[in-house]
């Protein structure tokens, strides 16, 4: 705010009244998408028996196999990589299945990269691997590639029964995917046709391979839903999405502030930031217009982003997410003398001393930072983040007057990729 940072990159009172007429106009335009489903995201999580449909499916899985391979790109991989990142065992996968709770190893291919996903191939056991293939238009060419490169060698190994290791996750009628699934009578979950992949982390999407990995999902949904509720009103003292909205809307057209900053302290929440990109990049930047996303991790970043972001350009709003409580905490006993101001402390004393230190200097430098913070990385609390910024983004569209849910920029090189492929066979 202005009274800490000056005017001159801060918030005023008065910028604040005067968006409030924009914010309220946003927000009748928000309520339409969601008559038209077109914000379908906001009512979703309110779906009876969501949970426990995928639940359901998700322990069979669980009981059944070793891995679980993921097969999508772009929001079919990243909401269920930063549910995976923030809420599974850090370094899950080099666990034996007992001290990763009895839960699979889990491989999200979200790029096709020979190497990388050739390498998969040869290692994994299909014998224990279920793979859920996820592609809202069932005509993802990344997706669709892995998937044409797994199914020879499952019917090869697995005779018969390779049905029974595949999830299709895609439109409920429409595409490819979802006639294949019905011709081969495959296991599959519907994602809702308005649903845009970077929206669709709180449905099957997310969730069914979250079930799969004994994540509570039920607790994720409880988050959603809390948030959806305390963002129904048109109050930026109680409404924390319309009042993030309005700082950075008014940071981004009035301040100069073209460059948004996720920065979360904590590692199970690194994915987040990426997260946030795509849903900010793909969702807002159109029309010649857009904060530009970034990701920063800290402490990390400290030690190298932060000299710009203190005394490079100031065309950027920092948000800082913390943590207050981590499951580890073990205490530095021994010092050398030249730091003893570490002695007695567990590490996240140190990680949340370094946060405070650098939005209090960024505050010094009159760089505008916003701090969200988690008291635990919880399910509940990832719910409540996911819908936040999901609404955020929404709203912002409205605010713009620019559709929120279509990617028209990305739509081209879809078909000159294809193109190229068809010419070059």
């Not at 009628?173 to 046709?193: M, T, W």
């Not at 010649?288 to 932060?306: M, N």
Request: a neutral charge.
């Amino acid at each position: 705010m202005a009274d800490v940072i000056g005017a001159e990159h801060g918030v005023t009172a008065d910028d604040l009244a005067e968006i409030m007429p924009r914010i309220i106009n946003a927000h009748d335009q928000l309520q339409k998408w969601r008559s038209s489903k077109d914000a379908i995201f906001f009512d979703y999580p309110f779906e009876a028996g969501l949970a426990a449909s995928l639940r359901k499916a998700g322990g069979e899985v669980q009981g059944s196999f070793e891995n679980l391979v993921v097969l999508g790109i772009g929001g079919s991989a990243l909401g269920l990589r930063c549910i995976a990142g923030a809420l599974l065992p850090p370094h899950a996968n080099v666990m034996d299945r007992e001290r990763r709770g009895n839960i699979p190893r889990l491989f999200v291919c979200d790029n096709i990269d020979p190497d990388s996903f050739g390498t998969l191939l040869e290692f994994i056991n299909f014998k224990e691997t279920c793979f859920n293939v996820i592609s809202k238009s069932g005509t993802t060419t990344e997706t669709m590639a892995q998937l044409f490169l797994v199914l020879p060698i499952l019917k090869m190994r697995l005779g018969k029964s390779w049905k029974d290791h595949i999830y299709v996750t895609t439109d409920p009628e429409n595409g490819p995917l979802r006639r294949f699934a019905v011709l081969e009578g495959l296991k599959s979950f519907d994602i809702p046709p308005k649903l845009g992949g970077r929206y669709s982390v709180l449905s099957a999407v997310g969730l069914f391979p979250a079930a799969c990995l004994g994540i509570d999902i039920e607790g994720i949904l409880d988050g959603a839903r809390a948030m959806a509720k305390r963002c129904l009103t048109i109050d930026l003292e109680t409404n924390p999405a319309y009042r993030n909205i309005a700082v950075h809307e008014i940071l981004y057209s009035k301040k100069g502030k073209s460059i948004s900053v996720m920065m979360p302290y904590a590692d199970r929440l690194s994915l987040f930031a990426e997260w946030y990109i795509q849903l900010i990049a793909e969702s807002l930047g159109k029309s010649g217009s857009g904060q530009t996303p970034l990701k920063a991790v800290g402490a990390t970043d400290q030690h190298s982003q932060v000299q710009l972001y203190m005394d490079g350009a100031n065309d950027k709003i920092i948000t800082f997410l913390g943590v207050e409580q981590f499951e580890k905490g073990t205490y530095i006993t021994q010092v050398m003398d030249s730091f003893d101001h570490l002695k007695g402390h567990q590490l996240v004393d140190i990680l949340n001393a370094s946060l405070r230190a650098t939005a209090s200097a960024m505050s010094h430098a009159h760089r505008p930072n916003i701090k969200i913070t988690l008291k635990k990385v919880t399910p509940q609390a990832m719910g409540e983040l996911f819908m936040l910024y999901e609404i955020q983004s929404a709203l912002t569209g409205a605010l713009r007057h620019i559709n929120p849910f279509d990617q028209p920029g990305v739509e081209l090189g879809k078909k000159l990729t294809k193109k190229i492929l068809s010419e070059n066979k």
